[in-house]
């Protein structure tokens, strides 16, 4: 008869933990059936983000290759900026050159005689000088009037008596010394 209780209390308790096993895999089985279904929640938000990933390397990219061609370009305008810069120094270098040759050409036409004598008369000359319009470009502007002495025995020849050439009177029987050729700046 004890060995009968004893087996009646062990048949309980394994019927006692049976029913509780079951209840453990019902609840492991809706919990399972949940995981499943945030899993196929989750999935198609991973997949989106992945998509979203991707796009926003392809534009980082496109950014790069924007940005290079930017820079590319930043270059190629400095390049030319500086062409242009070098290039306007020249010019107004040359422009400044030019000037003094001309001022120079005048003083030089100034010995010159023709063959009229009359006196030293004096004449207007209008010069000009280059100067850069706002575009850069260059023009001509008038830049000063000048009263300017001529040489012994010149004269003033009007609009009216100009002739093809000039008449110069190159001879020493006005009295003055012939000036040598060595005397005279070389160009």
């Known amino acids: 008869a004890v060995v009968a209780a004893e087996v009646r209390r062990l048949a309980e308790r394994s019927q006692t933990a049976a029913g509780e096993i079951n209840r453990l895999s019902a609840s492991s089985v809706q919990i399972a059936e949940h995981a499943g279904e945030l899993l196929g929640s989750i999935v198609p938000a991973i997949q989106k983000t992945a998509d979203l990933v991707q796009e926003i390397n392809s534009a980082s990219n496109e950014q790069k290759t924007g940005a290079d061609q ?58 000009t000088k280059a100067l850069p319009d706002k575009r850069g470009a260059m ?49």
């Open 139 to 187: 023009k001509q502007l008038p830049h000063k009037t000048a009263e300017k002495g001529l040489g012994p025995g010149a004269r003033v020849v009007k609009p009216h008596e100009v002739q093809t050439g000039f008449a110069l009177d190159m001879a020493e029987s006005r009295g003055k010394k012939e000036i040598p050729d060595s005397d005279f700046e070389k160009y």
């Open 70 to 127: 930017i820079n590319k370009a930043i270059q190629q305008l400095d390049q030319v900026i500086q062409q242009n810069a070098a290039a306007a120094e020249e010019m107004a270098g040359t422009a400044t050159e030019l000037d003094g040759q001309a001022e120079e050409l005048q003083a030089s036409a100034a010995f010159f005689r023709t063959d009229e004598g009359g006196g030293s008369k004096a004449r207007r000359v209008t010069q």
